[in-house]
Structures are given as C-alpha cells and as structure tokens.
C-alpha cells in the first residue's frame, strides 16, 4: 500500500512527495518498493524456506509475530536512514507519510501480539484515511477518483478476505477501524 500510496502522489499529487524533485520521485518510488513489499516478501519466503512459519499466508497468530515485528522494525529504520542521511526534515510532506505509514504496520505488529486482524483491510482502509483527507488540499479535485476507487477496492479485499474464510468479519472489520483510525490521527496530528 505504500508505493501504491507514493505512487499515486508522484501521478497526481507531487505536493505529498514534497520536496523531492519530479525527476527523483518515480526513484523514490522504486526504492519504497524494494523496501517495504520485496524485502518483506522475501524475509517471510526465508521465515518459510528455515520451517519458522507454517505457510506464507500467516494463518497462525503467533506465526505472525516475527514477521510483523521484522516489517515494522524495517519500516522505522527506513524513515530513519531516509530521515538521517537526506534532506528530508521532520515538516516535509513526505517525511509526514512515512511517518503515517510506520504507525500503521507498528499498530499492525503490536495488535497481532494479542488479535489476529485482517492486515489487508488495514492496509486498504488506512490507505484511504490519507488519500480521503487529502481532497481538500487538491485543488483540481486529481484525488476524487482515486479515493473513490481506493474504497470500491477496500469493499472487495475485505469481501474477498471472508469469501476466502481467511478472516471473520470481526477481524476484517477491525482491522478496517485500526487502519482508518491510525491514519486519521495521523493526519490530524502531522497536518
């Protein structure tokens, strides 16, 4: 969901990769993928290679937890080098972002310590409580349509979660609350 994210920034609405230049924005973008989707899938591909997960689907609650802790200690160390090693301070739109997108899977690892929820309807609903707000900001309306389908998405991944009996209804739903909280506030609190 964070390149999907950034990437939407970069196609339209530069102003939330502020201040990288429109020439850096679709590296940027390749970056935040080879760190926060390949890196993990590649860690759970080895967590199911070694025998300390069952399956990469994570069924088991507590075969959640090291994965989830790995991800979320990745995506802090992330922000941090990108936050230590660039230009990027603590009042850039994009360093906001990353911010908003570490509080999401840490809420992620620390609720799967003691609930299993649907990351996925999380991950989709947290998406749209930084894509919804953002509507004000975008004075050609370029976010409307986007945020429109992110929640036609977010209705067919959490569908598709009990369709598949992966998740209860209880669990989707609440991962759809903890995902639309947790970036709400975070909009609130960093804009």
Do not use: C
């Not at 390949?38 to 507590?62: C, D, E, H, M, Y």
């Not at 972002?97 to 989709?124: C, E, K, M, N, Q």
């Not at 509507?135 to 598709?160: C, H, Q, R, T």
């Amino acid at each position: 969901m964070v390149t999907y994210l950034f990437t939407l920034f970069a196609l339209y609405f530069p102003l939330g990769l502020d201040p990288l230049k429109i020439e850096t924005q679709w590296t940027f973008v390749i970056i935040i993928f080879a760190f926060t989707f390949l890196l993990p899938a590649v860690n759970i591909g080895l967590l199911k290679l070694f025998g300390t997960i069952s399956s990469i689907t994570l069924q088991n609650r507590k075969e959640r937890i090291l994965p989830f802790t790995f991800i979320a200690t990745l995506y802090l160390v992330i922000t941090y080098l990108f936050y230590s090693r660039t230009g990027v301070s603590m009042n850039d739109n994009l360093f906001k972002f990353l911010l908003i997108a570490d509080a999401l899977v840490v809420v992620s690892a620390i609720t799967t310590l003691f609930y299993r929820v649907s990351i996925h309807s999380l991950a989709a609903w947290g998406f749209i409580g930084i894509v919804v707000p953002l509507n004000k900001l975008s004075e050609d309306g370029s976010l409307f349509y986007p945020s429109l389908v992110a929640i036609v998405l977010a209705g067919f991944i959490m569908s598709s979660r009990l369709q598949l009996h992966v998740h209860t209804t209880r669990e989707v739903m609440i991962g759809a609350v903890l995902g639309l909280a947790t970036s709400l506030i975070g909009m609130v609190i960093l804009f």
